[in-house]
């Protein structure tokens, strides 16, 4: 036997030669010569800039990362202690993971009831609960909760204005149970700015604070105060956006409570933080971080004590995106879900919510809510997710994007304290323009499929079966930011297409003009195919042609009057005049061309190619091809 030492240092890829940055530079510039992304001769002293991307808060997102981008970082410190970027708890998740959230918000008081043991009894830690309203009547909850542990499993209340009642139903549930109030647990939901955000309407901050002065003294583990940023999310706002308006709505909050007797770090503890996760599991990730360092540089500023940091630090309740769900190819929102979900666990969110697959669709059916609930379970148990403490702490991309998500944050949240505060903003209009401009700039990334959607903008099917779901109870909390979802705009396009189906038992379709043999035209016959079913406009490809009569037979037989050509540059340059003449003859109304817009070709109408406008390619199509527009 060998007695074996470790090394003092670990040094992985020992064995291969060392690499600068330089040599990293040449291999990335040869490549992107062979791909004409470079000329030949283009000097570029860091070609990486060409593969960079930029956030909606300006902030660039580069393919390498080196130690030097963090040797000027403030320290991520450690876990369990201030700032709290790598997280609430020395322990992180590791022994017991993260808080599975559920979330039931349909009117049946029995139907809600029976899924909320089961999601309990298989997974789930706690139980959110939307009341009020077209919602559960507040004094259902009795019935709601009558199968429940409620000393066991949190109950968080989301009652809108209703809260106060709700609160006092929750506890007459307690009292019931002989709960005592030390035992009592959850988050009764007070949100005053979260519904002036969500209504338009401005709500008495004063009331939710002398409610949450009376339960600090008597339910110690009872948190009242809830900063809901997902309506900032759901407006189109960036990552920035949604944190600024968090950590100003904390601050309103710290204010009231503290005015009502509270002390800083009592008054931080009454509150919950809510955050949108994304499939961008890297922002979101650096997000939940971020907002942690910015609310424990609130509370220093405030003069929270050291010894009680930790009672004062963030506590966050993720869900996943509403935004970013479809309702076209719904399963691909599974795969978003658990993007999602592992950003927020790797992010170190305390409670996530996962929202089921068919959400945006209508009332989720246990299946989904399965689904739902066994994503958070298998990253957590099989993926082992909560395995590491802060997994992403080290790394120079993360720690890089934190820092100037915290800092490009600070600046928007000094901007709404400059202006009078969250209130003050909300009610002037400034914070909807600022989300507005976001969500117009997102429209024409959407549009051009620089922000691609899988199912949708991508890859969509014309054959999928819908889902059928119970329609969701009308939404009841009006005004106030819009609500908008990432596939929007495709989705009406393909419900137009299906109304016209519906109406003439026929699909609107784009003849594919296909030049010469299959492996000249496939590439982009099949990029435009891809482009028009989203949509929901069916490609008709001929495959081969040898001659324009060919062409021409095929289109004849198509019965459509829009056509593409699709073949290669050598192709357009010797038959695309020809064939676009003689399809205008034949009565074609509209000849496009895959390919870069260029004037060389008479008779070409319009173009599709890489970073188009397809939102109005696809809608001036369907103008074309006489399908109505609702």
């Known amino acids: 036997m060998t007695e074996l030492s470790q090394p003092e ?21 040869g490549v992107l010569r062979k791909t004409g992304v470079l ?18 808060d300006g902030i660039e997102l580069r393919p390498l990362y080196t130690a030097d981008d963090v040797a000027e970082l403030p320290s991520a410190g450690y876990p369990g202690l201030a700032p709290f970027v790598r997280g ?12 599975t959230r559920v979330r039931h918000a349909g009117p049946d008081v029995a139907a809600t009831a029976d899924a909320v043991v089961t ?13 009020g309203g077209n919602a559960l009547p507040v004094d259902a909850l009795p019935d709601v909760l009558g199968g429940v542990y409620a000393d066991l499993a949190p109950v968080v209340l989301d009652a809108g204005a209703e809260y106060a009642a709700a609160t006092d139903a929750l506890l007459d549930v307690f009292a019931a149970k002989s709960i005592a109030p030390s035992e ?11 519904l002036h955000a969500q209504t338009g309407q401005r709500h008495d901050i004063d009331a939710a604070a ?6 600090n003294g008597s339910h110690p583990n009872l948190r009242t105060m809830v900063v809901d940023a997902l309506p900032y999310h759901d407006a189109g706002g960036s990552d920035a956006q949604e944190l600024a308006a968090s950590i100003a709505t904390g601050v309103a909050y710290l204010r009231a409570l503290t005015a009502r007797g509270l002390s800083v770090a009592d008054a931080a503890a009454q509150i919950e933080f809510r955050y949108a996760a994304t499939a961008e599991q890297f922002l979101t990730i650096a997000k939940l971080r971020a907002a942690r360092r910015l609310w424990a540089r609130v ?44 950003g927020a666990a790797a992010g170190g969110a305390d409670a996530i919510t996962v929202r089921p697959f068919d959400a945006a669709i209508g009332q989720s059916d246990a299946f989904a809510r399965r689904i739902a609930r066994n994503t958070s379970s298998i990253l957590a148990s099989e993926s082992k997710v909560a395995g590491v403490i802060d997994p992403s702490g080290g790394s120079w991309y993360v720690e890089t994007l934190t820092d100037e998500l915290a800092r490009t944050a600070w600046r928007e949240f000094q901007a709404i304290e400059a202006a009078g505060g969250i209130d003050a903003e909300l009610a002037a209009g400034g914070i909807a323009d600022r989300l507005e401009a976001t969500w117009h700039a997102r429209e024409a990334r959407l549009a051009t499929r620089k922000d691609p959607l899988t199912g949708v903008s991508e890859f969509p099917q014309l054959d999928e079966e819908p889902i059928e779901r119970a329609p969701l ?30 109406e003439t038992g026929k699909r609107p379709k784009v003849f594919l003009a296909t030049l010469g043999p299959i492996a000249a035209h496939t590439a982009r016959a099949t990029f435009a195919a891809n482009l028009f079913a989203a949509g929901g406009i069916e490609p008709v490809n001929p495959g081969a042609t040898d001659t324009v009569a060919d062409v021409l037979a095929a289109f004849v037989g198509s019965h459509t009057t829009v056509a593409c050509l699709c073949g290669t540059d050598m192709a357009y340059a010797e038959q695309a005049d020809e064939v676009a003449a003689a399809l205008r003859k034949a009565g074609a109304k509209a000849v496009l061309l895959a390919g870069k817009p260029t004037d060389a070709y008479e008779g070409v109408t319009g173009f599709v190619h890489k970073g188009c406008d397809v939102l109005d390619v696809l809608a001036t199509t369907l103008d074309t091809l006489g399908v109505k527009d609702s």
């Open 39 to 56: 000329g030949a001769d283009d000097d570029v002293p860091a070609p990486e800039r060409l593969l960079a991307s930029t956030t909606y």
């Open 119 to 131: 999601d309990l009894e298989n997974g789930a830690n706690s139980v959110w609960l939307r009341l």
């Open 299 to 342: 509370c220093e500023a405030s003069g929270v004590a050291d010894a009680d940091a930790a009672r004062a630090a963030q506590r966050q309740h993720v869900v996943t995106s509403s935004a970013m769900l479809s309702t076209r190819d719904p399963w691909v929102n599974m795969l978003r879900g658990t993007l999602a979900c592992f």
């Open 184 to 194: 009592a647990i959850g988050t009764l939901g007070a949100d005053p700015i979260g």
């Open 88 to 99: 609430n708890r020395p322990e992180g998740a590791v022994a017991t993971g993260w808080d």
């Open 9 to 29: 240092r670990l040094t992985l890829a020992a064995d291969f030669d060392d690499a600068s940055l330089s040599q990293w530079r040449d291999r990335v510039a």
């Open 473 to 502: 109870p009308p939404e009841d909390r009006t005004g106030g930011l819009p609500r908008v979802r990432y596939p929007q705009a495709y989705e009406r396009l393909r419900d137009r297409a299906d109304a016209h189906v519906a």
């Open 210 to 215: 002398a409610l949450a002065s009376r339960i």
